[in-house]
């Protein structure tokens, strides 16, 4: 199933504050056009990198631009097609931030 982005304008605003990502946000979103996901292992297909966050969250973390920005996105499957929420964009860095204070599985910024 074709992959629907929720709020792309979500990670163009980031990418526009954060000039040095732009490129690999665009290479992200170029390999999601193309996506086909029926079920949550098929997002490993596309985006080999992904980890999937455990608890019945349905998130997955994106590496993105060589690991340099990370994603959390929530996956659910439709009748015609998968969806994509995002929940979270940030660097590494602000990644491991939020790892360590477990927010992780329950952030939701946009």
């Given at each position: 199933?074709?992959?629907?982005?929720?709020?792309?304008?979500?990670?163009?605003?980031?990418?526009?504050?954060?000039?040095?990502?732009?490129?690999?946000?665009e290479e992200w979103l170029a390999k999601l056009k193309y996506a086909?996901?029926?079920?949550?292992?098929?997002?490993?297909?596309?985006?080999p990198s992904a980890d999937f966050l455990g608890r019945g969250t349905?998130?997955?973390?994106?590496?993105?631009?060589?690991?340099k920005y990370r994603l959390i996105g929530k996956y659910a499957f439709?009748?015609?097609?998968?969806?994509?929420?995002?929940?979270?964009?940030?660097?590494?860095?602000?990644?491991?931030?939020?790892?360590?204070?477990?927010?992780?599985?329950?952030?939701?910024?946009?």
């Open positions: 199933m074709k992959v629907h982005l929720i709020r792309k304008e979500t990670i163009r605003e980031y990418a526009h504050q954060n000039a040095q990502s732009r490129i690999s946000f086909n996901w029926e079920m949550p292992a098929d997002i490993w297909v596309s985006f349905s998130r997955v973390v994106f590496d993105i631009g060589g690991n439709g009748d015609k097609e998968a969806h994509l929420f995002i929940c979270w964009i940030g660097s590494h860095a602000e990644y491991d931030k939020l790892c360590h204070a477990g927010e992780q599985y329950s952030i939701y910024n946009y």
